[in-house]
């Protein structure tokens, strides 16, 4: 069985019923405001109300979000894990009384089973005279009867389960400031892998009970904070200076060591990162530019944040958040919380502490963040991504080798055939932070905020019939665009359009499986007819057919049939350094009056064979037409 994806999709399932926590705690704000003054006292007691209710109904609001999640929105899930949460409380409340309630975990559950049965179900065919029940509209049925049973033994084991409970949330809470400090370290430590969000869950809205003036209960330290629980905000306060202070000030650390030509672009993203963290807690841009290239670091990152949460502890900070610990919650919030004044020295002092840090630490190791050589990068390239996305979706081993693919604020969250097909040094190259492999052909590849829009991008290429051409570098160096080549026949595109390569050494290999339709006397060029009929010519250097001395050696001949990353010419780096007027070296396809649409990777250093560097789209055949739409 697959675990870990099933725990990453459920991560991803637990943050779509969050979505609805901000308007509550706007709502609550509004409603402390002073409406007596206007003598309009009424209309903030409504406010009130209504973010109360919302974080009343938090439990069918998990229900039905985790089935929507799980399901791929899929609305029969969602309206079946409704009715499946309604049917459930009702009959424990039956059963036990109205003491035992699950909470959040009982929504949860609903929502799983919502899920569980809509996948069982929704391909179901039934004799044709009852097929109307058949398909996704048995799912209501089913979970009918499911619920029914999972309340009969809810109601068994419901006292015991209570106890169980109880004891786990008294132990946590009983270890106080080291309770939060350990929590703080394992919150940080599972953020590379998306699974933060389940422990998240767990404390937030699990950990400790608080019965409200109106006989209400209130569970996990989120809405306990919220219904006005005094000792609620210990697993949240101290999140407020990290989020506001420290990781910014990562952030200013990379731009203060990025070097001084890349230093203006590496500023404008960086500074935009910083203010997503420091307003609304996305964090994940500026960690990501660090984790995969000093994991030291991070942990470090990680121990200092569960410190941070043992202070706030410390010092009876008592601070919440409907969505995360940026600026924007923090304001909207602190007329509920308890010395939240003093998360602001707090986090002054470690915003000092992380950019002193960070900076001693670039140096000393030479960390290649980003703008330093070859650090990862973060840069802004959202107009690209319709024409970046099918390199990467190549990169990622091509569509027969996408299961699943979902997206996350800042990372796309993947199901593989083969994870061993993917090219993660092309990734890199098309923007990418860092691939993280979780087993079982379960990845996540890091690329921002942009994410999203990539996921999207790659499933209008998954949707669409159309006929793709990928190429891969023929040569170890740089990528240049073809305007590029100091030569007016191929920077015009007279020959072709395609791209260009200025070699670090002498070898020349195939970028696109073929067959080697003509090779020039002086081996300096050669075509390849693609399976496809694009015929591609490769040209080592220009002006180099008459060197002097035998410069290139081909090891293939006219009509060998060769494959992507396959040696064709070997020649004298030196030499035709030396004599020719230029390096670049043309990739084009001669024939372009049959290509629909072009993509190039960015124009950085490329490794002999690196995949997906250069993508076309051919034009449908007349008996092709009507599948390209």
């Keep these: 069985m697959n675990w870990m994806g099933n725990l990453q999709q459920l991560g991803r399932s637990l943050m779509l019923p969050t979505i609805a926590l901000p308007i509550a705690a706007v709502l609550l704000c509004l409603g402390d405001l002073p409406w007596d003054v206007i003598h309009a006292s009424s209309f903030g007691e409504m406010l009130s109300l209504a973010g109360n209710t919302i974080f009343d109904y938090i439990p069918i609001i998990f229900a039905v979000g985790v089935a929507l999640g799980l399901t791929e929105s899929a609305g029969i899930a969602g309206l079946s894990a409704m009715l499946g949460y309604f049917m459930f409380t009702r009959l424990i409340e039956h059963g036990l009384g109205t003491q035992f ?98 422990l998240n869950n767990f404390f ?54 990025a070097r001084e030509d890349l230093k203006p672009k590496i500023k404008a993203t960086f500074l935009t990162a910083a203010l997503a963290s420091f307003l609304t807690g996305v ?18 990152h990680a121990i200092l944040s569960g410190v941070a949460m043992w202070i706030a502890y410390e010092l009876n900070i008592h601070h919440g958040f409907s969505y995360s610990a940026g600026a924007i919650d923090y304001i909207i919030n602190l ?26 630490a670039i140096q000393k190791f030479r960390i290649p963040t980003p703008g330093r050589e070859e650090g990862s990068s973060l840069e802004e390239w959202a107009g690209d991504i319709p024409y970046r996305s099918p390199l990467i979706l190549q990169a990622l081993g091509g569509k027969d080798n996408i299961k699943k693919i979902e997206a996350c604020i800042t990372r796309l969250r993947l199901t593989l055939v083969n994870d061993r097909l993917m090219d993660i040094t092309a990734l890199r190259h098309l923007g990418a932070a860092g691939v993280i492999r979780l087993g079982g052909g379960n990845v996540q590849v890091v690329f921002g905020t942009f994410s999203e829009l990539i996921r999207e991008e790659i499933m209008k290429v998954l949707r669409k019939d159309i006929h793709v051409v990928l190429f891969t570098s023929p040569m ?154």
């Design 101 to 198: 309630q699950l909470g959040v975990s009982g929504g949860i559950l609903i929502g799983l089973l919502a899920a569980i049965i809509y996948h069982r179900c929704k391909e179901i065919k039934l004799p044709e005279y009852i097929q109307f029940f058949g398909g996704p509209r048995m799912v209501p049925l089913v979970m009918g009867l499911a619920t029914l049973i999972v309340s009969y033994i809810m109601i068994g084991i419901g006292p015991f389960l209570e106890t169980l409970m109880g004891k786990i949330s008294s132990g946590l809470l009983g270890l106080g400031g080291f309770g939060a400090f350990i929590y703080g370290i394992a919150h940080r430590l599972l953020v590379p892998s998306g699974l933060h969000h389940i």
């Design 204 to 257: 937030w809205f699990q950990v400790g009970a608080y019965e409200t003036p109106s006989g209400q209960y209130a569970y996990g330290d989120l809405p306990r904070f919220f219904a006005g629980d005094p000792s609620a905000g210990m697993y949240m306060a101290g999140l407020y200076p990290i989020m506001m202070f420290a990781l910014p000030a990562i952030a200013f650390a990379i731009i203060g060591e």
């Design 283 to 300: 964090t994940e841009p500026i960690e990501f530019a660090f984790l995969f290239v000093a994991p030291y670091l991070f942990v470090i």
């Design 335 to 360: 007329h509920l919380s308890h010395n939240g004044l003093l998360l602001i020295p707090i986090g002054l002092v470690y915003g000092l502490l992380y950019y002193f840090l960070f900076r001693w």
């Design 476 to 629: 170890q160096g740089r990528m240049i665009p073809i305007e590029e080549v100091p030569d007016r026949i191929f920077a015009s595109r007279l020959v072709g359009n395609g791209v260009a390569f200025i070699p670090e050494k002498g070898e020349l290999v195939s970028p696109v499986a073929g067959t080697i339709m003509h090779i020039y006397p002086t081996m300096h060029a050669l075509g390849i007819l693609t399976d496809e009929g694009l015929e591609v010519l490769l040209h080592i250097g220009i002006d180099t057919s008459s060197l002097p001395g035998k410069c290139f050696n081909a090891v293939v001949k006219e009509g060998d049939r060769v494959e992507a990353g396959q040696l064709l010419v070997k020649f004298n780096y030196n030499k035709v350094k030396k004599f020719a007027s230029s390096l670049a070296t043309p990739m084009i396809i001669t024939n372009p009056d049959i290509v629909k649409s072009w993509s190039f990777a960015p124009f950085k250093p490329v490794k002999k064979g690196q995949g997906s560097v250069m993508s076309v789209v051919l034009k449908p055949t007349k008996s092709e037409g009507g599948t390209n739409g």
